[in-house]
């Protein structure tokens, strides 16, 4: 699951053309891309055990209709702890261990929905996500979320809830995440994000609790002249995962491709 979501992105874009002709008309139908590279893709922030403990590389491509619909993929490389056990030290002390590691896997999100807008302040998507998880070994992580959003200017509100049970949450699990970026002098862009969890308490996964803070997030982005290339540096203000366990604060360094 990608850290930022496509789908509120995509609705700025949904009526843009990537190919213009003289004397004929705007297509209706435009198509963009992206490639990147993290320092570590840290799902819904979620530090102690990320996705990627080393640096990953994700990358996307979406398809806009004037109509609103969008459809896109996007994936991303991942190597991290398959479990961890409870061992006693030289101190008696219990302590949380490491017992595997996936790698060489690979996340894929399809996603496809609707953007449109209310006025020229306000906006609206909705739409539908399914997640596949390449050589992890089961296919209990693969499944669909829905995800429903609204925006305000630069601001944007987010809900995605899972529609069954999985390796990684219950069905009815939902999370929240308010996003607002601002410009700033000289190309920056101060970026930053909240991230909440409700938990199903009913699923066959354990909750600590049924409401939970997962992250905060604040960054800076800039654009790097006219490259295409934008870097990121975002620090990661760590929450609770669904066992009420504090997550790291980290610092994560990116650099990104949009064509």
Same mark, same amino acid.
């Given at each position: 699951m990608k850290f930022t979501l496509k789908a509120l992105a995509v609705a700025a874009v949904a009526s843009a053309s990537s190919f213009t002709f003289a004397d004929e008309p705007t297509s209706p139908h435009s198509v963009s891309g992206n490639i990147g590279v993290l320092s570590s893709y840290?799902?819904?922030? /979620?530090?102690?055990?990320? *996705?990627?403990? @080393? =640096?990953? /590389?994700?990358?996307?491509?979406?398809?806009?209709? =004037?109509? %609103? $619909?969008?459809a896109g993929w996007w994936g991303s490389t991942l190597r991290?702890? =398959? %479990?961890?056990?409870? $061992?006693?030290?030289?101190?008696?002390?219990?302590? *949380?261990?490491? /017992?595997? *590691?996936? +790698?060489? =896997? $690979? *996340?894929?999100?399809? &996603?496809?929905? &609707?953007?449109?807008? /209310?006025?020229?302040?306000?906006?609206? +998507?909705a739409g539908l996500t399914y997640y596949y998880y390449y050589d992890i070994g089961n296919s209990g992580s693969n499944g669909f979320e829905t995800m429903l %959003?609204?925006?305000?200017? @630069?601001?944007g509100i987010t809900a995605q809830t899972l529609l069954e049970d999985l390796d990684w949450g219950n069905a009815g699990d939902t999370y929240l995440k308010a996003s607002y970026s601002y410009a700033l002098p000289k190309d920056f862009s101060l970026d930053t994000a909240l991230g909440l969890y409700l938990y199903d308490k009913n699923g066959p996964i354990e909750a600590a609790d049924t409401f939970s803070f997962r992250h905060f997030d604040i960054g800076l982005s800039k654009a790097l002249a006219d490259t295409g290339v934008t870097a990121s540096m975002n620090y990661i203000l760590g929450g609770y995962d669904r066992n009420d366990v504090k997550q790291k604060n980290k610092v994560v360094l990116g650099l990104g491709y949009s064509f």
């Open positions: 840290n799902l819904r922030g /979620i530090t102690n055990t990320p *996705e990627n403990k @080393d =640096a990953t /590389i994700n990358g996307g491509i979406d398809y806009n209709h =004037a109509s %609103g $619909f969008y991290y702890s =398959a %479990g961890t056990d409870l $061992f006693e030290n030289a101190a008696g002390e219990l302590v *949380e261990v490491e /017992i595997g *590691e996936v +790698t060489n =896997a $690979f *996340e894929n999100d399809f &996603y496809a929905g &609707y953007s449109g807008s /209310i006025n020229d302040d306000w906006g609206y +998507t %959003g609204l925006t305000y200017k @630069d601001l």
